[in-house]
């Protein structure tokens, strides 16, 4: 199941970076509706937030609650992360989703059916026990799709 898992949140990186290679300058910097942030700085989060999207399924998987994880923090994160990389060129953000993604898919693979399995509170969905699996497929996994999607919609393709 890990590899699985892994083998889809690389898939999600993958389309995500074939599509960006080909963005013209002006593409990049479009905002995206509903988001307002640029292309490349989306791009840019997907990679830089993998690596803690991974640590919460690694939290749960270890049997411990999330906590002080909110929404509130997670919008403030992203405008702290707009703000630092609105300026962010292509070969940056791609350069960081490839290893970020190779990052996060090797510690999924890492993952044992029971880890997987394994549940605890999680503070951003009201302490709702979820399992690590869920977190991985709802967060790292989806994280590039949906933003690809807002993607192609800003850009018109």
Known sequence: RAQALADRLEQGEKAMALFAE?????EWRKSVPKDGRPVGVIIHHVA???PLEVQLAQTVAAGKPVAGV???????MNAQHAQEHRAVVKSEALALLRS?????ADAI???SDEQLD????????AETPLTAQFLIEDHALRHSFHHLAGIRAAVGR
């Open 118 to 125: 394994a549940a605890a509170p999680v503070s951003l969905n």
């Open 48 to 50: 830089s937030v993998y």
């Open 109 to 111: 693979r890492a993952f």
């Open 70 to 76: 909110t929404w509130d923090a997670v919008a403030q």
């Open 100 to 104: 970020n993604s190779k990052a996060a």
């Open 22 to 26: 080909g963005l013209y300058e002006a």
